[in-house]
DNA sequence: AAACAAACCAACCGCCTGTCC
DNA sequence: GGGACAGGCGGTTGGTTTGTT
């Protein structure tokens, strides 16, 4: 037997929010700001719980959230976020700030689960059709993706985000636009932004082990395929030393804690960008039905 | 036009973690 | 140390909308 839940109370409603129930809920942080959510209910009058306050206002009335179709960068990041950190949706969102966990969680489960299920069994199916003997680790590290292929199906993916909810939300949207100017008189700089920076640098730092490890791995097997020349074993000395390198300077900015600096975003776009081009290109060419047409073959 | 299926997403549930006493 | 509690998180549900027959 767990705890009971807190919504068991008689008399707490559930539910869709109402329009009128959005706004009692904003006046309240106005005035109050967030926080100690157990004493919403009873002091703004609302007949909800605390989590569903705290949650109405995390994913919908609070300032700044962007709502709305996902353009193909955020799809980026998200997909590559979940690759590397899994499931784990709240640190995949302090990567888009305008985004919610849930928001995002939404989109993978409806959107881009579906569309990566798809580009890999296309994926697949290029790579048994083509010449599976002279697949070679160096096809490995870039991929192997159908790229000219999926390009060459000339399609586009606007209309798998094409999606508009005509719900409350809009009017959520609304208020949210009321708060503009309450959030510009608010301090700028809180102990949840210093969390949150210190989460971002640990997100940062095990994606870049991550890709350190990667690299390591793939040179070892390379070393153990002992078809390396003296030149790409000068590259590799170079791909173990730089994860040396990383592990102490992440290692110093553990011991420095929320001292540190925000990690540098541009890093991960950069690599977003340029390592993972054609991947990337070919997978947000690539539409759910343009994959179903593409399989039918 | 009606019935049904699929897709979407807001909200809920229950577990986990951190904090306070 | 450990119990109680609040807040955070991810999985899941169920109501609504959209598409298809």
Redesign the pocket.
Known sequence: M??P???DKAGI?????TPEEDIILVSYVQEHGP????LVPTNSGLM?C???C???W???LRPGIK?GNFNSHEEEIIIQLQALLG?????IASYLPQRT???I???W???LK?KIKTFQAARSNYITSSDSASSTIQERVHGGYPTEEIRNSGTSNSH?LA???????SSAENITRLLEGWMRSSPSHTL?DEKLQHQRINNYNSFIMNQLNFNVEINSQLLLEDSVTGLDKTAMDSVFEEKKQFEMVASDQNKLGSQSQQPPMFMLEKWFLEENTGLMDAFLELSAADCCSELMF
């Not at 409603?13 to 929010?17: Q, V």
């Not at 999606?163 to 939300?169: F, I, K, N, P, V």
Request: with cysteine.
């Open positions: 767990g705890r839940p807190c919504c409603k559930k539910g869709p929010w926080g100690n959510w157990r909800r605390s989590k569903s705290r949650l109405r995390t994913n919908y709502r499931n784990r949706w709240a640190a966990d849930n928001d969680k939404n989109y489960n409806t959107h579906k798998i999606h508009s909810s005509s719900t409350y939300a949840s």
